[in-house]
């Protein structure tokens, strides 16, 4: 199953440290020393150094409860820590700090229907559309359609999927998404044409490799049908979807 994508990349500033202005800085102006914090914790999260990233977000927290950042970004720390209570805490100070926010808005919709608040997530997704400049309308309503297909709403996923591609004509998980929909649906041709434009833009993997071997067992092209099989078997041995076609040829 295609799963959601990671969440829309945070803004990762140049940072200054370890110098008498910044203590001054901290000392004296509390939003700016929140801030400070705030990036010098993102910093160490995109780093994979939680727990100091913990230390500097919570000491942003204390500066300024205000702190947009501040509460987003230690959002998103505590959902890579699966701590689901603290996170939807965080998301929540942080979308009713910044209800415009796109980037925050999209975030904590992927987090919602992680935890299979599906509405909720939906909800969010399209707060976030509301803004029509927002460079990341091709994610949300690819994330939409992954939270429609995961709730099982196909006819919404397969919508917000379509969406996704008139944003970004490459979307290439919406390209798959949208593949198998249509395999699915009976419309091989469809589906052979989607498969054609993903392999255009993404390397091909086990899911859609099987996938186009079911497309042409159908269709009947031997030489396509060949090809996908071959490279399922020899590029993914292991793979569960070469288990499938071993066992269905």
């Not at 987003?72 to 996170?87: D, F, K, P, S, V």
């Not at 052979?192 to 092209?221: C, K, M, N």
Request: glycine share 6%; proline share 3%; hydrophobic share 35%.
């Amino acid at each position: 199953m295609i799963r959601l994508r990671s969440l829309t990349p945070l803004l990762v500033l140049f940072l200054l440290g370890g110098c008498a202005s910044t203590v001054e800085r901290e000392a004296t102006d509390p939003k700016k020393a929140a801030e400070f914090n705030a990036e010098l914790g993102l910093r160490y999260m995109t780093q994979g150094n939680n727990e100091v990233a913990m230390e500097k977000l919570l000491k942003a927290v204390e500066y300024d409860s205000s702190s947009v950042n501040a509460h987003h970004y230690i959002a998103e720390l505590y959902r890579r820590l699966e701590r689901t209570e603290q996170a939807e805490e965080h998301y929540s100070r942080a979308a009713s700090l910044a209800p415009n926010d796109a980037a925050i808005l999209n975030n904590y919709g992927v987090f919602l229907c992680s935890e299979k608040r599906y509405s909720d997530g939906e909800k969010r997704f399209l707060q976030a559309l509301k803004n029509p400049v927002w460079p990341g309308r091709d994610q949300a309503y690819e994330n939409l359609g992954q939270c429609m297909q995961d709730k099982g709403d196909k006819a919404k996923a397969e919508q917000y999927y379509r969406e996704a591609l008139k944003a970004n004509p490459r979307r290439a998980r919406s390209l798959l998404a949208m593949t198998d929909i249509s395999l699915q649906q009976g419309n091989h041709i469809s589906a052979r044409a989607f498969l054609q434009r993903y392999a255009a833009v993404a390397q091909h993997t086990p899911q859609s490799l099987w996938l186009g071997i079911q497309i042409e067992r159908v269709l009947g092209d031997r030489n396509a049908l060949s090809s996908y099989g071959m490279s399922l078997r020899n590029n993914f041995p292991t793979a569960a979807e070469t288990q499938l076609y071993l066992k269905s040829q």
